[in-house]
């Protein structure tokens, strides 16, 4: 087989999932009165998904079992003597984590790409949006751009637990941040 590890084909199954169920979801949007909908609940869904799926997905004891450390046996394992972490870490059984990520993710990441478009143009109003618009591509650019550096590092550094606390604390505090926007979004009825 060309899959060395056993993990390998259902994740690489999971990720087609993903994208089928992402690809089925705008088509719901596309297609169906939903999309003709107020967008602010689809971005709070999307937001909620974000934060439940890196809470669910959390290495918690009862689901978890300790990361495979590097060795002859194990040769893809981690290795402890770059990452001090290795030994004392764990990581959730792929069979917990993967069905509730394929259909949270894949519902999230698009109806959050739709609604936040659709959500902050509303807000801005009737005005010339060209600078905003492009101050939010800007941000979302420079996100991408800096993002992955970030998480290595703190990965790197300090293991799959933290890092995974930091998404889910990113994902609580974006739903939290628009909480004060809901009475303007009631009112423009986004």
Same mark, same amino acid.
Request: contains cysteine.
């Given at each position: 087989?060309?899959?060395? %590890?056993?993990?390998? /084909?259902?994740?690489? =199954?999971? @990720?087609?999932? $993903?994208?089928?169920?992402?690809? *089925?979801? #705008?088509? !719901? ?49 981690? %290795?402890?003597?770059? /990452?001090?972490?290795? =030994?004392? @870490?764990?990581? $959730?059984?792929?069979?917990?984590? *993967?069905? #509730?990520? !394929? ?57 799959? =637990?933290?890092?995974?606390? $930091?998404?889910?604390?990113?994902? *609580? ?18």
């Amino acid at each position: 087989s060309k899959f060395k %590890d056993p993990r390998s /084909l259902p994740i690489s =199954a999971s @990720q087609s999932a $993903v994208s089928i169920v992402s690809i *089925l979801t #705008v088509a !719901v949007f596309v297609f169906t009165p939903l999309g003709k909908g107020r967008a602010s609940p689809v971005l709070f869904f999307s937001l909620g998904c974000y934060f439940l799926v890196y809470l669910y997905s959390y290495p918690w004891p009862p689901v978890s079992e300790p990361i495979v450390v590097n060795s002859t046996a194990n040769p893809h394992g981690c %290795d402890a003597t770059e /990452l001090e972490w290795c =030994a004392t @870490q764990w990581h $959730v059984k792929v069979w917990y984590w *993967l069905p #509730v990520t !394929v259909i949270f993710f894949a519902m999230a990441v698009p109806t959050s790409m739709i609604s936040l478009d659709t959500v902050y143009s509303k807000l801005l109003g009737n005005i010339d949006q060209n600078m905003m618009q492009g101050a939010l591509v800007l941000a979302d650019d420079l996100a991408s751009s800096i993002a992955p550096i970030v998480t290595m590092k703190i990965y790197t550094a300090y293991g799959p =637990a933290t890092f995974w606390l $930091v998404l889910a604390g990113s994902a *609580l505090v974006g739903f939290l941040a628009w909480l004060p926007m809901i009475p303007k979004m009631r009112r423009l009825k986004i």
